[in-house]
T-cell receptor
């Protein structure tokens, strides 16, 4: 089954404790991205990746890091989480430059205390 | 990213009625996508509009792109309980999507 998976789905952590949210897709998609969703703000893009080893900042990259060492994986790293990073995070992927339709993962709900 | 405003923010609809949600931009858009997110779910792609004045239909859903490519609308006819959720418009520019805040639709039976 073609899908985007994220882990963990739910996470409670404390300020300053490094964490990683994994994202994996099995569709051989080139393009992957991370969004955060907050009430009243819609989805805001954090980082995106056009292909392996090619990443770029989205609209709200501060406090986040990403890597794209393999085509299928695009982990989101919070080196020192803060309470304002409490949010619902979605990973998404699309086929390539010419296919802009994005397929979203199930989401990761993060609470930073 | 490109800023779009979606109105209304909330839409409470009687089952069987029609409604329209709008997406407005101050700048010309190259294209626009629409997504639906059910409560507790993730956004799911509905459609992409590219051409000026384009109209596309999916069963009871009609999507329109304005002539000036600065606005778009989604019209749902004969609303059903399965239409509950939040509808987002998302203009695309250089493979970056910018989402509007969404219109959250609730349906009373």
């Amino acid at each position: 089954e073609a899908q985007v998976t994220q882990n963990p789905r739910y996470l409670i952590t404390v300020t300053g404790k490094k964490l990683t949210v994994t994202c994996s897709q099995n569709m051989n998609h080139e393009y992957m991205s991370w969004y955060r969703q907050d009430p009243g703000l819609g989805l805001r893009q954090i980082y995106y990746s056009m292909n392996v080893e090619v990443t770029d900042k989205g609209d709200v990259p501060e406090g986040y890091k990403v890597s794209r060492k393999e085509k299928r994986n695009f982990p989101l790293i919070l080196e020192s989480p803060s309470p304002n990073q409490t949010s619902l995070y979605f990973c998404a992927s699309s086929l390539d430059r010419d296919e802009e339709t994005q397929y979203f993962g199930p989401g990761t709900r993060l609470l930073v205390l | 990213g490109q800023q779009v405003m979606q109105i209304p923010q909330y839409q409470h609809v009687q089952e069987g009625e029609d409604f329209t949600t709008y997406c407005n931009s101050s700048t010309t858009l190259s294209n626009i996508q629409w997504y639906k997110q059910r409560p507790g779910g993730h956004p799911v792609f509905l459609i992409q509009l590219v051409k000026s004045g384009e109209v596309k239909k999916q069963k009871r859903l009609t999507f329109q792109f304005g002539e000036a490519k600065k606005n778009s609308s989604l019209h749902i006819t004969a609303t059903q309980t399965t239409d509950v959720g939040t509808y987002f418009c998302a203009p695309s520019n250089d493979y970056k999507l910018s989402f509007g805040a969404g219109t959250t639709v609730t349906v009373r039976a």
